[in-house]
C-alpha cells in the first residue's frame, strides 16, 4: 500500500520513495487537478495534470502491476 508523507507545504512523496537514492517524485493536489515534479530539481518545473488525466494515469500503472 502506498502512503504519501506530507514533505513541504502541499507537496508529498510516496512512502514507497524512501532509500539512498531517492528517485522519486513529489506531488500536490490542486483546485484544477494535480501536480508533479521531481525531487531532486524542484525548481525545474512541474507536470500537471487535470483530475480525469491523473486517475487516468493512476488507473494504467495499477492495471499494469496487477497483469501477470
Known sequence: MVTLEKYSRNWFVSSYSGGNNN???EV???GQ???V???KNRTAGTLS???SHWTKF???LLD???QP
Open 23 to 25: 528517485n522519486c517524485v
Open 28 to 30: 500536490r493536489f490542486t
Open 33 to 35: 487537478g494535480t501536480e
Open 37 to 39: 515534479r521531481d525531487t
Open 49 to 51: 495534470f487535470t483530475r
Open 58 to 60: 493512476l488507473t494504467t
Open 64 to 66: 499494469r502491476t496487477t
